[in-house]
């Protein structure tokens, strides 16, 4: 499986756009990225995922690079609800369900008011 | 629409004792399974489940027993806990189209935080 490398902490102010790096330098071709969060004490909760284009929804965007060995994953407007570990994780396309969802440690972004 | 609903959600057991741990999930998920947390690390998998009646083993299977009777239900069980056993565990379920080959989203329960003294 393929490894994520993603900074250990990060902190955003409050309102600015939140950049999570994620680097998958040895994906393969026919894995996604996935990621979630989880806020404290909470269940991990799914965020998007994507495969080689820009994907966007009502929480966050990703953007993957066009070799597909990074992406970012941009929420636009943090607020303190935000604050949580973000997860990005690979996992083959053509695998289902979540037994093939590794977890590594994950970024803590603490959003600052 | 609850979701994935674990039971208890919080437990303290003696080294030796057993328990099951259960979890319920209310959208006719394929896919059922368990992890655990460990402070600092991320989550890993214990054991899952792709359908009624079967399981299987993840990354941490020893010292855990699971059984799935019905499609809307996953345990887990310690027969004898242990100190190391000491985690918090999330079930999650997931919908796995058949032959479709589809990537979906896990859906995860709020926790079961188990000590073992």
């Known amino acids: 499986d393929a490894k994520t490398t993603q900074p250990t902490s990060m902190d955003c102010a409050e309102g600015r756009a939140a950049n999570l790096p994620c680097n998958h330098s040895?994906?393969?071709?026919?894995?996604?990225v996935y990621w979630y969060r989880q806020i404290h004490s909470q269940g991990p909760q799914y965020i998007i995922h994507g495969l080689k284009n820009n994907e966007t929804n009502e929480m966050a965007s990703l953007i993957i690079t066009e070799d597909r060995k990074s992406s970012t994953l941009i929420l636009p407007h943090a607020t303190l609800r935000d604050t949580a570990v973000y997860y990005c994780?690979?996992?083959?396309?053509?695998?289902?369900?979540?037994?093939?969802?590794?977890f590594g440690t994950g970024t803590r972004l603490t959003v600052i008011p | 629409n609850a979701g994935v609903t674990q039971t208890p959600k919080f437990r303290v057991l003696k080294t030796g004792q057993s328990m099951t741990l259960l979890c319920a999930q209310d959208?006719?998920?394929?896919?059922m399974y368990w992890y655990r947390q460990d402070p600092g690390m991320g989550l890993r998998l214990i054991h899952y489940?792709?359908?009624?009646?079967?399981?299987a083993k993840g990354e941490v299977p020893d010292g855990y027993n699971v059984s799935r009777l019905k499609k809307q239900n996953f345990l887990l069980g310690l027969e004898s806990a242990a100190p190391s056993q000491t985690s918090v565990y999330f079930c999650?379920?997931?919908?796995?189209?058949?032959?479709?080959?589809?990537?979906?989203?896990?859906?995860f329960g709020q926790g079961t935080r188990l000590t073992v003294v």
């Open positions: 040895t994906i393969s071709g026919n894995e996604y």
């Open positions: 959208m006719n998920h394929e896919y």
């Open positions: 994780i690979v996992r083959p396309l053509d695998q289902t369900g979540a037994n093939n969802l590794f």
């Open positions: 489940s792709v359908g009624e009646g079967t399981t």
């Open positions: 999650a379920s997931s919908y796995s189209p058949q032959g479709q080959g589809l990537n979906t989203e896990a859906f």
